[in-house]
């Protein structure tokens, strides 16, 4: 079982920054990748990035705005938002893969709004 927190959500003008942080916790576990959804009011469930032991991977409406990193002696997954759009705006969720299962945190509100 692996437990996700996450944290660093909240309100940003257009052209902002938010930093996002992701800590996993449990008895003994072995974090494969871990990585931010975000889902907008009515709409579904999309991958923003992922970071693997050796790879990262971006959707193409963040790249080059957006930046994930991982402390592994800490179990934890950040993620830099720069520039921050309207349509970022959503609850962002963490996601860690350990063998075959995957867990998701609570979720983190961002909202980008003048």
């Known amino acids: 079982q692996v437990d996700l927190v996450e944290s660093g959500g909240g309100l940003v003008q257009p052209g902002g920054s938010l930093r996002l942080s992701c800590v996993a916790s449990g008895d003994d576990i072995v974090i494969n990748a871990m990585g931010w959804f975000r889902q907008a009011p009515g709409k579904g469930r999309e991958l923003v990035a992922v970071?693997?032991?050796?790879?990262?991977k971006y959707a193409e409406s963040v790249k080059g705005r957006f930046s994930i990193s991982r402390d592994n002696a800490k179990n934890t997954v950040y993620l830099q938002m720069n520039s921050l759009k309207p349509e970022d705006t959503a609850v962002y969720y963490c996601?860690?893969?350990?063998?075959?299962?995957?867990?998701w945190g609570q979720g983190t509100q961002v909202t980008v709004s003048s």
């Open positions: 996601r860690a893969e350990e063998g075959p299962a995957h867990y």
């Open positions: 970071a693997t032991t050796s790879d990262t």
